[in-house]
C-alpha cells in the first residue's frame, strides 16, 4: 500500500514562488502532481515517471513549475515559480504502480492519493 503526504502549501502573491513536497511510503512507477478548485474537476499539472524522469507538465503551467523526485529520500517535489491567481486550488500528490507515458496526467492512472494541501495566489 502506497501512502502519500504533501507539505508546503500555503499563501504567496502573483509572481512568487512555492515548493510542494510529498513523502512517500512504497513502491511507484509513476508519480504527478494535481489540482482542483471547487466546482471544476481535478487537473492533472506535472506527472513524472521514474524509470527514466521523464516528465510532462500541462500546457498551463509549463516553464513555471517543475516535478521532481528525489528516490533515495523518496520525495515528489513541485517547484512552482511565476504563480499566478489562477493557479489557486488544493494540489494533491498521486502514485501509480505502472503508466503510459501519454496518460500520465489522467487521474484514472493514479490509484494512491494523498490528503492535499491548499496553495493561495493573490493577486
Known amino acids: 500500500e502506497v501512502q502519500l503526504v504533501e507539505f508546503g502549501g500555503g499563501s504567496v502573491q502573483a509572481g512568487g514562488s512555492l515548493r510542494l513536497t510529498c513523502e512517500v511510503s512504497?513502491?511507484?512507477?509513476?508519480m504527478a502532481w494535481f489540482r482542483q478548485v471547487p466546482g471544476r474537476e481535478r487537473e492533472g499539472v506535472a506527472g513524472?515517471?521514474?524509470?527514466?524522469?521523464?516528465?510532462l507538465y500541462a500546457d498551463s503551467v509549463k516553464g513555471r513549475f517543475l516535478i521532481s523526485k528525489d528516490n533515495s529520500k523518496n520525495i515528489l517535489s513541485l517547484q512552482m515559480d511565476i504563480l499566478r491567481p489562477e493557479d489557486t486550488a488544493m494540489y494533491y500528490c498521486?502514485?501509480?504502480?505502472?503508466?503510459?507515458?501519454?496518460?500520465?496526467?489522467?487521474?484514472?492512472?493514479?490509484?494512491?492519493w494523498g490528503q492535499g494541501t491548499q496553495v493561495n495566489v493573490s493577486s
Open positions: 513524472i515517471r521514474e524509470r527514466d524522469r521523464l516528465a
Open positions: 498521486a502514485a501509480a504502480d505502472w503508466c503510459r507515458a501519454s496518460e500520465m496526467l489522467f487521474q484514472k492512472t493514479y490509484p494512491y
Open positions: 512504497g513502491e511507484t512507477y509513476c
